[in-house]
């Protein structure tokens, strides 16, 4: 079980990469639509993880996806994370362990390429910001972090994802894992997502010591 994605909701997806690209130096890509659901991406690729820009285009839709329902309610500034997934090769296993249903998405990217994943426990993570839901890339899909994009910083990572809420909740959740989080007894929420690199630290949300 790996950290797969944080997911900035934003209200432009232009204006947002512009902003991340001249206040924190990071390159994003073209995402693409999300079938259905009425939202769609920028990518801040991010090697083995990477950050996802994420906004309605339509109201209607997303008005009828969980998914794009979430983002709605929560399209803010760039600075606020609001959710997160790890990456699994065991997502029926994940869903048996926690009585979830797994459903199927997909998004044409950039170059015309179809990618497809499947995911469990968005609800939940949308109810409990701190806790991720699960994904599972399907069989050929390129790992969106691992796409190219020349960061003006140099090469970043995630360090670490500070969390608050339910910390005995959360290990239940998650089960054995060794991913960079710390979590703090709170309102459930991503307090904030430290990246690191030869610049230093860029930090999202509220960092703490």
């Known amino acids: ?15 947002a990469s512009r902003e991340i690209e001249s206040r924190y130096g990071l390159a994003s890509i073209e995402g693409g639509r999300h079938g259905d659901w009425g939202t769609a991406n920028r990518i801040v690729p991010l090697g083995e993880a990477y950050l996802e820009l994420v906004s309605v285009v339509d109201e ?22 609001l959710g997160w997934a790890v990456r699994t090769d065991k997502l029926e296993a994940v869903a048996r362990r926690l009585s979830l249903a797994v ?6 990217g950039g170059s015309g390429q179809v990618l497809r994943w499947r995911f469990a426990g968005l609800e939940q993570a949308a109810a ?10 399907g069989q050929g899909t390129p790992h969106p ?62 960092h703490r010591p």
């Not at 459903?103 to 044409?108: H, I, K, M």
């Open 128 to 137: 409990e910001p701190s806790l991720p839901f699960f994904i599972e890339w």
């Open 145 to 206: 972090g691992r796409a190219a994009a020349t960061h003006r910083v140099g090469a970043v990572r995630i360090a670490e994802l500070q969390l608050d809420g339910d910390p005995d909740r959360l290990a239940a959740w998650l089960g054995s894992h060794s991913l960079p989080i710390t979590v703090r007894p709170g309102s459930s929420r991503i307090a904030s997502v430290v990246l690191t690199g030869a610049a230093g630290e860029i930090v999202f949300g509220d």
């Open 1 to 15: 079980m790996e950290l797969d994605h944080v997911l900035i909701a934003v209200a432009d997806l232009a204006a």
């Open 103 to 108: 459903d199927v998405g997909s998004r044409a």
């Open 60 to 81: 209607a839709q997303a008005a009828r996806s969980p998914f794009g329902s979430w983002v709605a309610e929560a399209q803010s500034a760039l600075t606020k994370p």
